[in-house]
Antibody
Framework: EVQLLESGGGLVQPGGSLRLSCAAS????????MSWVRQAAGKGLEWVSA????????YYADSVKGRFTISRDNSKNTLSLQMNSLRAEDTAVYYC??????????????????WGQGTLVTVSS | EIVMTQSPATLSVSPGERATLSCRAS??????LAWYQQKPGQAPRLLIY???TRATGIPARFSGSGSGTEFTLTISSLQSEDFAVYYC??????????FGQGTKLEIK
């Protein structure tokens, strides 16, 4: 069974940092791109960041570019999101999700399946 | 950035009836379109990818259609467990991956 388990969420002050992790199991982690998607309370889904299967390519939403860093450790089947300079508007449930495959250097078929259960990040003083 | 627009925002349907949800892209996304279902307190679940292919384990009452800029998710005979929020997502031209704002399917 494919499983994704996020951790690392919590309460942080504006300007602070937090590191999220996602432990993957049940599939060949190193063969798939991975993404982070967030959802503020009562709101819709917002894609945050993606990383290629090898980790060689990373992608970010403009809203987090320069503040967040996505990474992965294929030897440990783990995805991470380092979040710096956090703002109140970053408050959300953060989901990791299994994404597409790399074809000729590009990520294709980048739908998300499955998703983790999510971890809540609250940025407040 | 491709903007995805879903309609209606809320759809009220009786159990056993058909529900039709729409998703429009601001420019063509070919058939690179997915649909998700989200219930309160749960993560989204993939229903449809490539506009019309059901994901593993998804009942046949869920079907997707469309290409280019206009897409439809149809639930042929609503069951109680189908009342939820539904999102469309394009993955044709990214970053960024973009989602629609969601359609809440509620019991009439």
């Amino acid at each position: 069974e494919v499983q994704l388990l996020e951790s690392g969420g919590g309460l942080v002050q504006p300007g602070g940092s937090l590191r999220l992790s996602c432990a993957a199991s049940g599939f060949t982690f190193s063969s798939y791109a991975m993404s982070w998607v967030r959802q503020a309370a009562g709101k819709g889904l917002e894609w945050v960041s993606a990383i290629s299967a090898s980790g060689g390519s990373t992608y970010y939403a403009d809203s987090v570019k320069g503040r967040f860093t996505i990474s992965r450790d294929n030897s440990k089947n783990t995805l991470s999101l380092q979040m710096n300079s956090l703002r109140a508007e970053d408050t959300a449930v953060y989901y990791c999700a299994k994404g597409g495959i790399t074809v000729a250097g590009s990520i294709k078929n980048n739908w998300f399946d499955p998703w983790g259960q999510g971890t809540l990040v609250t940025v407040s003083s | 950035e491709i903007v995805m627009t879903q309609s209606p925002a809320t759809l009220s349907v009786s159990p056993g009836e058909r529900a039709t949800l729409s998703c429009r892209a601001s420019q063509s996304v070919s058939n690179d379109l997915a649909w998700y279902q989200q219930k309160p307190g749960q993560a989204p679940r993939l229903l449809i990818y490539d506009a019309s292919t059901r994901a593993t384990g998804i009942p046949a009452r869920f079907s997707g259609s469309g290409s280019g800029t206009e897409f439809t998710l149809t639930i042929s005979s609503l069951q109680s467990e189908d009342f939820a929020v539904y999102y469309c997502q394009q993955y044709n031209n990214w970053p960024p991956v973009t989602f629609g704002q969601g359609t809440k399917l509620e019991i009439k």
